[in-house]
């Protein structure tokens, strides 16, 4: 069975800091990928920034990045130059495999950005 | 249009009621889901369809009774609920082996059972 954990269920952090939140992962399959996903308050929830498995460079969007540890099965997200829109409910999320949606999801951090 | 609309946004039932809450896509895409989302715990995956197709069955208990009747919409039948059944149910839509897992949701329908 697959998990993910965040051990970080609330955060926050000043306009135009950094801010890094944490993800742990568990999974038997050799090729997946990770995700992390934003939920604003009463909005839907859209996708930050993808990671594939089998690719050592970590993704960068802008001013998203993900530190990506394959073998410690650790894949943080880090946003840089924080906006008040990026408070938010954030969730990582691994795939089953590669195909179709079948995402496991962690409790998610419940991110604040403070003016 | 939004890309993934869902209906309605809040429902309160009785344990004894019907009611069904639907889920359309206008992203062309060609698989939809089911997810739960409770206070405090993880969104949990509930059904998968592909290409109108049921793929998943995540261990639903029957009370919950999915339909895709084409690649645009889903629907979920509720009867019997449970008041542990109240929660934010997720749709969702993507294109099937096409980046896996670049899903896209609703905003949710919020589901109080009494």
């Known amino acids: 069975a697959q998990t993910v954990t965040q051990s970080q269920p609330e955060m926050s952090v000043q306009e135009a800091e950094t801010v890094t939140l944490s993800c742990t992962y568990d999974t038997s399959e050799n090729n997946y990928y990770l995700f992390w996903y934003k939920q604003p308050p009463s909005r839907q929830m859209i996708l930050v920034i993808r990671?594939?498995?089998?690719?050592?460079q970590n993704a960068t969007e802008n001013r998203f990045s993900v530190n990506f540890q394959k073998a410690a099965k650790s894949f943080s997200l880090k946003i840089s130059d924080s906006q008040l829109g990026d408070t938010a409910m954030y969730f990582c999320a691994l795939s089953r495999g590669t195909s179709y949606g079948k995402l496991t999801f962690g409790q998610g951090t419940i991110l604040t950005v403070h003016p | 249009e939004t890309g993934v609309t869902q209906t309605p946004r809040h429902l309160v039932m009785g344990m004894t009621n019907k009611k069904s809450l639907k889920c359309e896509q206008h992203l062309g895409h060609n698989a939809m889901y089911w997810y739960k989302q409770s206070a405090k715990k993880p969104l949990e995956l509930m059904f998968v369809y592909s290409l109108e197709e049921r793929v998943e069955n995540n261990s639903v208990p029957s009370r919950f009774s999915p339909e895709c009747p084409n690649s645009s919409h889903l629907f979920l039948h509720l009867h019997t609920l449970q008041p542990e059944d109240s929660a934010l149910y997720l749709c969702a839509s993507s294109q099937a082996g096409a980046l896996a897992g670049e899903l896209f949701f609703g905003e949710g329908s919020r589901l109080t059972v009494l």
């Open positions: 990671q594939e498995a089998y690719k050592q």
